[in-house]
């Protein structure tokens, strides 16, 4: 039981981490906020959980299916694209400041977690289908396998947003003036990008 249990996480590691590094809204904000501060990743992880840990509860105590509804689907599309445009578009507005600290996201790491996740349809469709059998899986180990898989893929979350951050915010002195609105521009154009496709796709 301890080794099929062992490779279980194993496995599940290695799922959560390849949605995880996959580039996207949470990536972008967390490039956007750890250039402010190293260790905005934690923060932004602790953002995703307390959206991502009582979706996994909802998902163990049966509500997957909810999130597979049309009307669930274009809810959450519609909502979570005007959100993201409206960040992305907030970056853009800053990004014609002078002052260094005016590129950024209008919201602090903890709550820029929350927002990045709660906006992207993807990561619910994710958990409703992937997530659902990583959940049943872990479930057949007792609450204490699924209360052990929930932390081992959000810590998945925490070392790479704070990889990320980190990083950024240590290579910061590098960059010059083009570099930061660079780098600042194309995190605005993945958030209004995947806001745009997120709002389209829900009619596709």
Same mark, same amino acid.
């Given at each position: 039981m301890t080794e099929s249990f062992g490779l279980f996480l194993l496995s599940a590691a290695g799922i959560s981490? +390849?949605?995880?590094m996959l580039p996207g809204p949470l990536t972008a904000a967390t490039i956007a906020k750890g250039y402010h501060n190293g260790n905005a990743g934690i923060f932004i @992880?602790? !953002?995703? %959980?307390?959206?991502?840990?009582?979706? #996994? @509860?909802? =998902?163990?105590? !049966? /509500?997957a299916r909810f999130f597979t509804y049309p009307e669930a689907k274009i809810a959450i599309g519609l909502a979570g694209g005007l959100m993201l445009i409206? #960040?992305?578009a907030m970056v853009v507005r800053n990004l014609t400041r002078s002052q260094n600290t005016a590129l950024d996201l209008p919201y602090n790491s903890l709550v820029t977690? $929350?927002?990045m996740t709660g906006a992207n349809p993807y990561f619910f469709i994710w958990w409703a289908t992937i997530g659902i059998a990583l959940i049943a899986t872990a479930a !057949? /180990? %007792? $609450?204490?396998?699924? @209360? =052990?898989? @929930?932390?081992v893929h959000w810590s998945c979350d925490l070392l790479w947003e704070q990889? =990320? +951050?980190?990083?950024?915010?240590?290579?910061?002195?590098?960059?010059t003036r083009k570099?930061? $609105? =660079?780098?600042f521009s194309i995190c605005a154009l993945v958030l209004i990008g995947f806001g745009i496709w997120f709002c389209v796709s829900v009619f596709a």
């Open positions: 981490l +390849s949605g995880v @992880a602790l !953002g995703h %959980g307390v959206v991502e840990i009582p979706l #996994m @509860a909802l =998902i163990y105590l !049966g /509500f409206f #960040m992305g977690g $929350i927002v !057949g /180990f %007792g $609450i204490l396998g699924l @209360a =052990i898989f @929930a932390v990889f =990320i +951050s980190t990083v950024v915010f240590r290579t910061k002195r590098l960059w570099v930061e $609105i =660079i780098v």
